[in-house]
């Protein structure tokens, strides 16, 4: 089975620029995470979605980030304006449903911001 | 935040036993504990959970202990493809709002 597709893998840019993620999850998984994850930590929780609705985006700073997920399949995140701080590896994870079902993520993409 | 308390790092030589331990004293009845791995440039990985009873699958054991204020993921012959951040994890059962809490897990090198 194929597994949870991201891309780009690796994107730079300048600060007060924008930028967008894109992410497949696996086939027939309801439930979709974009986690964020800067060096030396563990990931954090941005956004839940659960089909095509949000079920969790407290972490969110919805200021600059936003993500959407059109017809409850792939999912876009995008910054904009783009900070030093949102320097990190973006990851990308789906469930069959939410509850205890396995989470099983993507490879991530590395954002640099200069 | 995490409700988990791990080493930062470890190390185990090829071949034997890698034992991280993980405390997770205030851990809820409903509460499941999870491990993840994430090895160098990659997303994390399911490893094994449980909630009271030990559990063995063909990566790990998972010992919990009677009172499961902490456990020990062991894995049994550690290679050098084990080498990773492991995350120990503790989760409500059956809510909708699936989040992990990912501390900053414990660093393992395995040595040849």
């Known amino acids: 089975e194929a597994g949870v597709a991201q891309s780009p893998r690796y994107k730079i840019i300048e600060k007060r620029q924008s930028v967008a993620f894109w992410c497949n999850p696996i086939?027939?998984?309801?439930?979709l995470y974009w986690y964020q994850q800067i060096l030396g930590q563990g990931p954090k929780l941005l956004i839940q979605?659960?089909?095509?609705?949000?079920?969790?985006d407290s972490q969110l700073p919805k200021d600059r980030f936003s993500a959407e997920r059109l017809k409850g399949v792939d999912s876009t995140l995008k910054i904009q304006p783009a900070k030093l701080e949102d320097s990190a590896v973006y990851l990308c994870?789906?469930?069959?449903?939410?509850?205890?079902?396995?989470?099983?993520f993507g490879p991530g993409t590395r954002l640099t911001v200069l | 935040d995490a409700k988990t308390t791990q080493p930062t790092s470890m190390d185990c030589a090829e071949g034997r036993a890698a034992n991280l331990p993980c405390n997770h004293s205030?851990?809820?009845?409903?509460?499941?504990v999870y491990w993840y791995r994430q090895i160098h440039s990659q997303g994390p990985q399911y490893i094994i959970h449980?909630?009271?009873n030990n559990e063995t699958n063909e990566m790990a054991s998972l010992i919990i202990t009677e009172d499961r204020k902490s456990s020990t993921l062991i894995l049994p012959h550690a290679t050098l493809r084990d080498t990773a951040v492991y995350y120990c994890?503790?989760?409500?059962?059956?809510?909708?709002?699936?989040?992990?809490?990912f501390g900053r897990g414990t660093q393992l090198t395995v040595w040849p």
């Open positions: 449980g909630l009271k």
């Open positions: 994870a789906s469930q069959t449903s939410g509850g205890t079902d396995t989470q099983y």
């Open positions: 979605f659960q089909n095509n609705g949000v079920v969790d």
């Open positions: 994890i503790v989760r409500v059962e059956g809510s909708t709002l699936g989040r992990l809490y």
């Open positions: 086939s027939g998984h309801a439930t």
């Open positions: 205030t851990i809820s009845g409903n509460e499941y």
